[in-house]
């Protein structure tokens, strides 16, 4: 257990449907970040937090998502009008912020599965 | 961003050691080798990182060549739980880029 939690672990939902995810990373750790992760690649950047400003979006990150951070504390990531193309992991990552030696700590995931 | 190559797959029997090569070849001068692994149905996990050194802690060991255009990632005995996807990535000395994933090198471990 790395102290970042993810809920829920496991969403199923239908093509169409709205769904949001949750993040409670380590306390003291400024930066948040989140990924995605289909099967048989690595983990792909979403975006990150900086406290509570969301300082980077990649293009991955299509209109249907957002994420917020309110008070810098837990974040969470919406997907809006879901597509089967959807499903994957979507992993939570928090850490210090302490420049290039800096270390991200992954929360369990959450599988999602949009039928 | 610098780029990183490793090996698609590795073997190895148990309680023996384990090095897993990774090139990187358009490294700049600050930026950091980090090391994570990812177990099945988990998240990744933090290794070791180092800038120019070698680097040991309680997981493993970091060797990085001189011209620091590739590292070694050194498991001094392999056990079945270390059986993972080791992945080798380099950040940027500014901290101001995210961590981005190769497809990393599935480690099994034969008992």
């Known amino acids: 257990d790395t102290g970042v939690s993810q809920d829920p672990r496991h969403k199923i939902t239908k093509r169409g449907q709205n769904v949001t995810f949750r993040c409670d990373p380590i306390?003291?750790?400024?930066?948040l970040y989140w990924y995605r992760q289909t099967l048989g690649q690595g983990p792909e950047f979403l975006t990150y937090?900086?406290?509570?400003?969301?300082?980077?979006k990649s293009r991955l990150l299509s209109d249907r998502f957002s994420a917020e951070r309110p008070k810098g504390s837990f974040s969470t990531l919406e997907i809006q009008r879901t597509e089967q193309g959807d499903s994957a992991m979507y992993l939570c990552?928090?850490?210090?912020?302490?420049?290039?030696?800096?270390?991200?700590?992954f929360g369990p995931g959450t599988r999602l599965t949009v039928l | 961003d610098a780029k990183t190559t490793q090996p698609n797959s590795m073997e190895s029997n148990e309680e023996e050691p384990v090095h897993l090569p990774c090139n990187h070849s358009t490294i700049s001068g600050t930026d950091y080798i980090h090391w994570y692994r990812q177990l099945p149905s988990q998240g990744p996990e933090y290794v070791i990182h180092?800038?120019?050194s070698n680097v040991n802690n309680r997981m493993a060991s970091l060797a990085i060549a001189e011209d620091r255009k590739s590292s070694t990632l050194i498991l001094h005995r392999a056990t079945l739980r270390d059986a993972a996807v080791y992945y080798c990535?380099?950040?940027?000395?500014?901290?101001?880029?995210?961590?981005?994933f190769g497809k990393g090198t599935r480690l099994s471990v034969i008992a």
């Open positions: 990552a928090s850490s210090l912020g302490y420049g290039g030696a800096d270390t991200q700590y």
């Open positions: 180092g800038l120019t």
């Open positions: 306390s003291e750790h400024n930066r």
């Open positions: 990535i380099l950040s940027r000395g500014s901290g101001n880029t995210p961590l981005v």
């Open positions: 937090f900086q406290n509570e400003a969301q300082l980077e």
